[in-house]
């Protein structure tokens, strides 16, 4: 058996970053309680080794019950957060750390930048997205701001054919178009279309991190190249999922896995394997996945 790795797989920059950040937090503030808002990354696998040092979680529900008198550590993961949320936490005292992608906070301030000159703010990704909801929530933090969710094309032609019903303004209104950072690059340009075709003028920003294209362009390389291509990552990670679904319609044998005993026995039997990696994906996961096919292969 033959195994190739993508050229570009794996941790991406504001991932690795993350995940520093909570390691320092745990030997750092031992004498506190430490959690992140929300999963800190999109990974079951990489998060179980600062479980058991006792890294949590909570979510916006937790806050109210927040003893101000003895707050605790509280990491904004990379996706980031509202301005909505980080005013909850600072009124219970938290003592934040924030390790939000800086890619993610330069959307941020462009959401808020543009929702306070007056734009209408039209946003590309997953709507239940923890990036996404911080995105929007900057946009919306503005006086009058106003942030519109769309998904994919079809989400886009329903916005401006249902305007009124919408309330967007499409006539007189000034349109700006980001998207997520993991977005999808083929999805954003349609979507741009869209808007282009109902607005020339809408403020177009292809906000996608260089990462999440080098990823899928190593991707479609690696599957010119094998019989089949093993996509490693979380199963709720929206890189990792647009990753398989790139190695599905590219690839003639494609699977998506958190783990190497996930790896189906049919590819142990396939001449040449790929893998790649999602950017929450740890390098000794892939390396063990690597290391399960060479030993059965």
Request: aromatic letters at 6%; proline letters at 3%; one cysteine or more.
């Amino acid at each position: 058996m033959n195994i190739l790795r993508a050229k570009v797989l794996g941790y991406c920059m504001g991932v690795r970053r993350a995940m520093e950040t909570a390691e320092e937090c745990l030997s750092k503030y031992n004498d506190k309680k430490v959690f992140t808002f929300g999963p800190l990354i999109h990974n079951k696998e990489a998060l179980l080794p600062l479980e058991k040092k006792g890294l949590g979680i909570i979510e916006e529900k937790d806050i109210e019950s927040i003893d101000e008198k003895n707050p605790p550590v509280v990491i904004i993961r990379a996706h980031g957060i509202s301005p909505f949320i980080l005013e909850k936490l600072q009124k219970k005292n938290c003592l934040i750390v924030d390790a939000t992608c800086p890619l993610v906070v330069a959307n941020q301030k462009k959401a808020a930048s543009y929702a306070k000159e007056g734009y209408q703010v039209i946003l590309a990704g997953d709507k239940n997205h923890g990036e996404v909801v911080g995105i929007a929530g900057f946009a919306e933090y503005e006086k009058s701001g106003s942030c519109f969710l769309v998904e994919n094309e079809a989400d886009a032609l329903k916005l401006i054919e249902n305007s009124s019903e919408n309330q967007i303004d499409i006539n007189e209104g000034k349109l700006i178009f980001l998207c997520q950072t993991t977005f999808s690059s083929k999805e954003f340009d349609k979507i741009a279309t869209v808007l282009q075709n109902a607005k020339p003028d809408t403020v177009i920003l292809k906000t996608i991190c260089n990462a999440t294209n080098q990823r899928q362009e190593a991707l479609l390389d690696l599957c010119k190249q094998v019989d089949g291509v093993i996509v490693v990552g979380g199963k709720n990670s929206a890189n990792t999922q647009r990753l398989y679904l790139s190695a599905k319609a590219n690839c003639e044998n494609a699977c998506h896995i958190e783990n190497a005993s996930e790896i189906p026995e049919s590819f142990f039997k396939l001449e040449k394997i790929g893998i790649t990696a999602g950017a929450s994906t740890p390098d000794e996961v892939i390396e063990d996945v690597e290391k399960v096919l060479g030993a059965k292969g």
